[in-house]
């Protein structure tokens, strides 16, 4: 069955970095679209990144560009959010789900289309 499984959370310092991995399973990244969302305590859920692969292109929310890569590692099926210039507001369970890349594009940072979820990893940052 496809399954994605996130890793790689953890307790940061401020202005630090964190790659976090997405590896999925009963299926091949080469014809899905991989997102990674966040969502803190009291907040709504928020794309962090994305990438498709019918477009071959990668995507990212206003509140990371300038911080955040997303990038993959077919032989692993496994992607990549690497997380720099970390701040306090980043604190949050990310999560990195798969959809059936029909030509998503940028509507790979939509989270309602994502049928198969992780169970996230937890991210803080703090002195």
């Known amino acids: 069955q496809v399954q994605v499984v996130e890793s790689g959370g953890g307790l940061v310092q401020p202005g630090g970095s964190l790659r976090l991995s997405c590896t999925a399973s009963g299926f091949t990244l080469n014809n899905y679209a991989i997102g990674w969302f966040r969502q803190a305590p009291g907040k709504e859920r928020e794309a962090v990144s994305c990438?498709?692969?019918?477009?071959?292109?990668?995507y990212y929310e206003y509140i990371v560009r300038g911080r955040a890569t997303i990038s993959k590692d077919n032989a692993k099926n496994t992607v990549y959010l690497q997380m720099n210039n970390l701040k306090p507001e980043d604190t949050a369970v990310y999560y990195c789900a798969a959809q059936w890349d029909y030509g998503v594009g940028y509507k790979c940072l939509m989270a309602d289309d994502y049928i198969h979820w992780g169970q996230g990893t937890q991210v803080t940052v703090s002195s």
């Open positions: 990438l498709s692969s019918s477009d071959s292109s990668t």
